[in-house]
């Protein structure tokens, strides 16, 4: 079983604050990075798919970096919204077995009006 | 167009029962995950399918857990003489295909076992 960490676990956030959270995988075996967003009683969405080191994406307000010779990446979300409040999943696919995510333990975002 | 459904979205067995969760992916793709979340934890693999094939099923914790895809669309989670420790939601997911691609989850069954 592989480590995917993500720190913190949860965080409380006001209305139109900029926030961000760390996703740590490890460095070898690399193939691909994902992140989902996953907001109560509805389905886990995906928001990046992230393979190049030093890749930088953005959709909207929320963007992510991939560092894959550290093992880790960042996601960051600007203005923060009530909407946002979900919990925020990275998971990790290996080169050896690029079919299935290895998940972290996610981040819960509460934005707070 | 229509996303992966999951179904019954809820079941509650009791201890040492038989349950079946089915999942809908969406059409086209022949790539078929099941994953399971337990309370506090990341969702972890269960077993994938390409096709009608399990093509890894590395992920099912003992063999009271089955799954089968047999016309390569639907596909079936069986759980025989379920446990209180299977309790969790389990979620499904579908891909184009295999490789890294991104995949679209369903909304989940959550399971009670009491």
Redesign the interface.
Known sequence: ILNVEQSPQSLHVQEGDSTNFTCSFPSSNFYALHWYRWETAKSPEALFVMTLNGDEKKKGRISATLNTKEGYSYLYIKGSQPEDSATYLCAFITITGANNLFFGTGTRLTVIP | GA??SQTPSNKVTEKGKYVELRCDPISGHT?L?W?RQSL??????LI?F?GTGA??DS?LPNDRFFAVRPEGSVSTLKIQRTERGDSAVY?CASSLN???????????TRLTVT
Not at chain 2, 98 to 108: K, N
Request: net charge negative; aromatic share 24%; hydrophobic share 20%.
């Open positions: 996303g992966v790539a995950y994953y506090g934890q990341g969702p972890e693999f994938y390409q093509a890894d992920g979620l295999s490789g890294g691609y991104e995949q679209y989850f369903g909304p989940g």
